[in-house]
């Protein structure tokens, strides 16, 4: 962490379903929190639009749960809720980032969307919404999903430069496909803050592209091979053929 200090915005990107990278999560948001220079934690796991401004650092998990309107079956509070109460207890705020349900439909039809990255970044963003739902989805949908992405994109880098605070730093805690240099959030923000991105990685980074996407890769233990594609299979009624290696 040392190595990537200063910074104004921090990205954290977890796979999900690795248990460890919220354990570091966790340990990443007391570290700052314990140098008196985190100025809030931002959340994939949460709308944008919630916050927990008006809670006291003594307010129960119950409370704060409610000020994030947490939906648990989507983001269990035992993964994310240490993260979240750390930075609580400390006086610090945490901030919903992502994009509404209620503002998903307008995005899908949203042409102005296609804009927002650069032509080579959108075919790869576009290719990854291919690779991410197994090859499942219908060619027609990939372009309306994409939007999705890019709209919840901006929507953490437009809560993150909300909080951001000269000398301290903002972290935001999303999946690793939203830290992504090249495609995700970093992409939206302003070239006048100081983006360090951590890519939390179980088993081995890929090299090329994807390693230079991030500044640091802190690996943890690979995960025993599971079959991601399964239950989108089912959804599909076993339409379509699988994305080796794809994950949530």
Known sequence: LD???PADVLLLGEQHDAAEHQQIEQQVVANLAQRGVLAAVALEMADAGTSTDRLHPSSSEE??????????????WSA???????????????????????RMQGSMADSKLDAMLPGPALTAQQQGIRTGHCNLLPETQITPMTRIQIAKDISMASTLSQAAVPGKV??????????DRFLGVPQHLSPDLKVKVIRLNAGP?????KAAAYDMAWVTPALPDKDYCEG???QFGGKGMPAAGAKP
Not at 82 to 95: E, H, N, Q
Not at 205 to 209: C, F, K, L, M, Q
């Open 3 to 5: 190595k990537l200090l």
């Open 63 to 76: 409370q704060v749960r409610l000020a994030l309107r947490w939906k648990d079956n989507a983001w269990p």
């Open 80 to 102: 994310y809720g240490p993260s979240v109460m750390t930075a609580v207890r400390a006086g610090v705020m945490v901030l919903g980032a992502d994009l509404p349900r209620a």
């Open 170 to 179: 903002v972290v935001l805690l999303s999946g690793y496909g939203h830290a």
């Open 205 to 209: 980074v890929a090299g090329g592209d």
């Open 232 to 234: 989108l299979r089912e």
